[in-house]
């Protein structure tokens, strides 16, 4: 099995609008692994967007398809293109126990002829609150180097969770 | 040093239906990867695999606080969705026979942390009775006391082949 070298981490212990990790520098596969992360209010999406020089981008160029797995009801699908992010975390809630918890591998990330590239794993509960996590991929579609990710809540700020970026040697 | 940190190593050993791998999460790590592979039962009669949690003492926890989600994707007829919630028992991680066998990575979340209830998902391939299946899979344990394993349990034909390596994602901070 591959190893892991750290490259970035932020811990939220106290509320904040949002996180950037960033220090993608090499054509290597890296693997952003997130946990325990809560929203201050209930029910908010968590927003991701690729940064270009630490800056996150902005433009409309986030395409993304995914399966939610749900208890509640019948799976479903998860897509959107030309989005001005990733549309991928939905619903977050905030009551006791309950937590969102990641993982993404990203590709392409450093190169500056191609797109960036994600897949995503999720698990974690809804405001509902039922068991959730939307499980595929992503891209943005912009042939230019990212060096990072950035999340934020769709509202309000992130009280807790760990997001940490790794690059896969 | 790689953040990747293999914790333990558990093969089956003997004829058995259940593997227990206890004490295997600490508080030094908060998300843990899994890997199973070869998982065969004894026989050629084909069975599934379930999880369930242990708790800090090595008990399995068998109160029905678990909910599970998951989508098996089979080679040969149409998907199909499996949840449930409040179970005692957790999901199926994959179904096997022999000589094909089972094989899956699973993670798991928050087992040391009080506040956080312990989530997993997993996706395996497999091939049992033919027919090659993988099943994505969510679950949580609806408990914030302290998880310190996991066991797998074929319900009826034992196992006599598989091995379980745990690794914790090291976290440095500052």
């Known amino acids: 099995m591959g190893k892991l070298v750290q490259v970035a981490t932020n811990t939220v212990t106290s509320a904040v609008a949002s996180v950037t990790l960033t220090g993608i520098n090499s054509d290597d596969v890296y693997m952003i692994a997130m946990n325990n992360i809560v929203p201050v209010d209930n029910s908010r999406n968590l927003f991701v967007r690729v940064t270009k020089s630490g800056t996150p981008d902005t433009t409309s160029n986030y395409d993304v398809a995914g399966k939610q797995l749900r208890t509640d009801t019948t799976f479903s699908n998860s897509a959107s293109t030309n989005s001005d992010k990733f549309l991928i975390h939905f619903n977050q809630g905030n009551l006791t126990g309950e937590a969102n918890n990641i993982i993404y591998y990203l590709y392409n990330f450093n190169s500056s002829s191609e797109y960036s590239f994600i897949t995503f794993e999720e698990t974690g509960f809804n405001s509902t609150p039922n068991l959730m996590g939307n499980q595929g991929g992503g891209v943005h579609t912009v042939a230019s180097a990212s060096d990072g990710v950035h999340f934020y809540m769709s509202a309000g700020n992130i009280a807790s969770g760990t997001f940490t970026l790794y690059r896969v040697v | ?174």
């Not at chain 2, 003997?14 to 999460?25: D, K, R």
């Not at chain 2, 080679?75 to 199909?80: E, G, I, L, P, Q």
């Not at chain 2, 000589?99 to 049992?128: D, L, R």
């Open chain 2, 1 to 174: 040093m790689s953040n990747l940190r293999l914790i333990n190593e558990t093969s089956v050993s003997g004829s058995v239906n259940t593997l227990e791998v206890p004490y295997v999460f600490t508080s030094d790590f908060d998300i843990y990867k899994v890997t199973i592979k070869d998982w065969e039962t004894a026989s050629t009669t084909a069975d599934n695999c379930y999880m369930r949690f242990i708790d800090n003492s090595g008990n399995i926890i068998t109160t029905a606080t678990i909910d599970f989600a998951g989508l098996g994707m089979i080679a040969t007829t149409s998907f199909y969705e499996s949840k449930n919630t409040n179970q005692s028992a957790g999901s199926i991680v994959f179904g096997s026979d022999n000589p094909e066998g089972a094989n899956a990575v699973m993670y798991f979340f928050n087992p040391m942390n009080t506040n956080s209830y312990t989530f997993s998902m997993h996706q395996s391939a497999e091939i049992k009775n033919n027919n090659f299946t993988s099943i994505k899979q969510i679950q949580v344990l609806k408990q914030t006391g302290l998880v310190s394993g996991f066991s797998l349990t074929n319900y009826v034909s034992p196992v006599d082949k598989g091995t379980v390596r745990v690794y914790g994602l090291r976290v440095d901070n500052g």
